[in-house]
């Protein structure tokens, strides 16, 4: 494992056959509680050799989509279905899902702005450090589920980082397109060096994001999509058994892209909080 001063302790052993769930906490020494800890819900699903995966959602904590498949995916998924080990990181930065707030409303920290964090830090920073050197180290995929939250909402989609090889550009567009979110596209370093995206580049683990609607709810569409998307890239990785599953695209109608990159830009004059962000 790489460098790893993180004070988090995992209360699980991610070495252990079976499935297992608890917390990992963050030391939080304040007036109310000197020894006071942050729980972080965490879970892994182990059935011996296989990809080792990290699934992640509640980067962002008014993002539901991704938090709610995952809480059922802890609950339903049995170690007998699984090869490998998948790692569940269901609200990552846990104090901002409890307030339902993007960022943390302990340290105004943006998990997602956070990367590679700071193991002396405030608890978001301390947080992003655990990630990038205890977590992402010790796995091989990492999936991480976001939506728009309360500000924004996205056509439902997933995205990656271009990847750098022919190889590995083909693999990771089947990945998208196994996904089968309505819209999938490729960004080049979009947002920095901050990102989980960038920590996993850093880690060399294979990463996929998604964008699932948002707006500060939750759609049955929006979970369809994540659910049996994710179904189906489990399936292609190797961690769940079977044939991955295409979803059904006419022939010409997939609308998976391959962007030079993505930029984000506030459309001027608009202060709709539906469009008042936008794609180009
Ligand atoms: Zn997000």
Redesign the pocket.
């Known amino acids: 494992m790489a460098r790893s001063q993180s004070r988090l302790a995992a209360e699980i052993d991610f070495e252990r056959n079976g499935k297992q769930h608890g917390f990992i906490r963050l030391p939080y020494s304040v007036h109310r509680s000197a020894y006071g800890w942050i729980p972080i819900p965490v879970a892994s699903i182990k059935n011996g050799k296989g990809p080792r995966i990290l699934l992640m959602a509640g980067?962002?904590g008014d993002?539901y989509e991704g938090q709610v498949a995952l809480g059922k995916l802890i609950r339903s998924l049995e170690p007998a279905e699984i090869s490998g080990r998948i790692i569940i990181l269901p609200s990552a930065n846990f104090p901002a899902a409890m307030a339902g707030m993007?960022t943390s409303p302990l340290d105004e920290g943006n998990l997602?702005r956070s990367f590679p964090g700071d193991p002396y830090g405030g608890p978001t920073a301390q947080i992003a450090d655990y990630i990038e050197s205890v977590l992402l180290p010790q796995c091989d995929f990492v999936f991480d589920f976001?939506?728009g939250?309360s500000s924004l909402t996205y056509v439902p989609s997933a995205l990656m980082r271009r990847p750098q090889t022919t190889a590995a550009l083909a693999q990771g567009i089947e990945m998208l397109r196994t996904f089968g979110a309505p819209v999938a596209y490729l960004v080049d370093a979009a947002l920095g060096d901050h990102t989980l995206t960038a920590a996993a580049a850093r880690a060399g683990v294979r990463h996929m994001s998604a964008e699932l609607a948002g707006g500060g709810q939750v759609t049955p569409a929006a979970l369809r999509i994540l659910e049996a998307g994710l179904r189906r890239v489990l399936t292609l990785v190797g961690a769940l058994g079977g044939e991955p599953r295409r979803p059904r695209h006419r022939p010409g109608s997939c609308r998976c892209a391959a962007l030079t990159t993505m930029s984000m830009r506030p459309i001027p004059g608009s202060s709709s909080r539906w469009s008042n962000w936008a794609t180009r």
Do not use: I
């Open positions: 980067n962002h993002e993007r997602n976001h939506s939250g």
